[in-house]
């Protein structure tokens, strides 16, 4: 079956600094990748997606590439701020048409410091 | 636009009373997900509708869960008997599969205690 592992943290780095989270996966076929974002008390917000290998998808100075041949999709930042702390998720939904559920990694929890 | 609507927000009820959970998934949107999010198990899926038609309900724990999607702007999540490790954030999402996206946007969820 499908699965996502990722580094559950909690992740605490100081403001302006590099950040990564690793995001490994398990899928049969070509699975569409994407990051979410939990701020406390809400619902899941779409970060940024990528729906096919060496695809990179981007979005609020977050990047990850879909890597097939390591099945990663780590999450990286330049230049992090306080408002980025959040837990973050890694999913993944399985190829083929129509709608499928997602399958999600535990979540990682980042802590950015003043 | 709305987003999608969950209610209630919070529910706090007894073990053995029924709750119900209820999701407005946006509007045109034909696909439709309950997961729900507990410390020890993280996120799962519990059960989508395609079209109002249930696809895979082989998240859903037991018995005592059902779902409903009577129409493409309604679904609601039953829970009788309800326990104590129900307890969880109940999340609904929707996502369109007619204009080929595949991005589920979530709801803020309904956070249920079963005392």
């Known amino acids: 079956g499908n699965s996502v592992t990722q580094m559950e943290g909690p992740v605490t780095l100081s403001e302006e600094a590099f950040l990564t989270i690793n995001c490994t996966y398990t899928?049969?076929?070509?699975?569409?990748l994407f990051w979410y974002v939990q701020y406390p008390g809400e619902g899941l917000q779409l970060l940024l997606k990528a729906t096919k290998a060496d695809d990179k998808g981007s979005n609020k100075g977050f990047e990850a590439t879909y890597r097939k041949e390591t099945t990663s999709f780590h999450l990286e930042k330049g230049s992090v701020q306080v408002s980025d702390s959040a837990v973050y998720f890694c999913a993944l939904r399985s190829s083929g048409g129509g709608a499928d559920g997602l399958t999600f990694g535990k979540g990682t929890h980042l802590i950015i410091q003043p | 636009d709305a987003g999608v609507i969950q209610s209630p927000r919070h529910e706090v009820t007894e073990m053995g009373q029924e709750v119900t959970l209820r999701c407005k998934p946006i509007?045109?949107?034909?696909?439709l997900f309950w997961y729900r999010q507990t410390m020890m198990r993280g996120l799962e899926l519990l059960i989508y509708f395609n079209n109002n038609v249930p696809i895979d309900d082989s998240g859903m724990p037991e018995d005592r869960f059902s779902a409903k999607m009577p129409n493409a702007s309604f679904s609601t999540l039953k829970i009788q008997p309800s326990e104590p490790r129900d307890s969880a954030v109940y999340f609904c999402?929707?996502?369109?599969?007619?204009?080929?996206?595949?991005?589920?946007?979530f709801g803020p969820g309904t956070r249920l205690t079963v005392l």
């Open positions: 899928a049969t076929g070509y699975p569409s």
């Open positions: 999402a929707s996502s369109s599969t007619r204009i080929g996206g595949d991005t589920q946007y």
């Open positions: 509007s045109g949107h034909n696909s």
